[in-house]
Structures are given as C-alpha cells and as structure tokens.
C-alpha cells in the first residue's frame, strides 16, 4: 500500500448555524462518523470559522469536503440524504479517489481545515 493510501481520511461537513438542512442533518453525519471509524469527522460552522473558509462562497447545505491526507478528493453540495454520503464515503476507500486539480480552491480549505483542527486537538 503507498504513503497516500493510506493516509488518513477527513471528511468536513461545511454548515451554518441558521440552516435547518444542517440542524437536520448533523446527527445522521454524527452518526456515520460513529459507523466509519477509520474515517476522522468534522463539523464546520462556515460563518463561525469565516477565516478558514476563506473566500470560498457556500450557497448550498449540506457542502461537503473528503480528504485523504493532503489531497482533496470531493468538495461539494450533497443531498441531505446520509446514505449519498455513506457509499461515496465507501467507494473512495475501497478504490481510492483521484485528487482534484491543483489550484482547486479544495487544496487549500482542506489545509486551513487541517490546521484548524490539529490546533483543536
């Protein structure tokens, strides 16, 4: 297995306070962190945490950012349906996913989000 196969997967789920959507959907996205443990989960306030967002423009909830290691693979607006985001989650590990391009605004909301994170722990 290589380095970046095995690196760890972090999954970021991009919500606001206001938003029933997200109200809604925190507890299925709580609940499949629980069932994907080799996985690490995270929930991010886009208007709490404004400065690691960054210039990045969310219109729509859920929005969610997959990670493995430092190479984003997904950021997106998913259907607030958790089985979307469950065999998404499953087919990434199972066959890996392809980076997306360099200079994708996901590059470096994956590293704020990281660091965020890492200062958390």
């Known amino acids: 297995m290589t380095e970046a196969a095995s690196a760890p997967w972090l999954v970021v789920c991009l919500c606001a306070e206001w938003c ?3 109200k809604e959907y925190q507890p299925v996205f709580d609940a499949l962190a629980v069932q994907l ?3 690490q989960f995270a929930w991010l306030d886009v208007e709490d945490e404004e400065d690691v967002v960054g210039d990045l423009d969310i219109a729509t909830f859920p929005t969610v950012l997959v990670g493995q290691g430092d190479q984003p693979v997904f950021l997106g607006p998913l259907l607030p349906q958790i089985g979307v985001l469950q065999r998404m989650l499953e087919r990434f590990a199972a ?3 392809p980076a ?3 200079g994708d ?3 470096a909301l994956l590293a704020n989000v990281r660091q965020l994170l890492a ?3």
Do not use: E
């Open 37 to 39: 443990p080799s996985m």
């Open 95 to 97: 066959s890996g996913a």
């Open 105 to 107: 605004a996901a590059h």
């Open 20 to 22: 029933g959507t997200c």
């Open 119 to 121: 200062a958390r722990a």
């Open 100 to 102: 997306l391009p360099p």
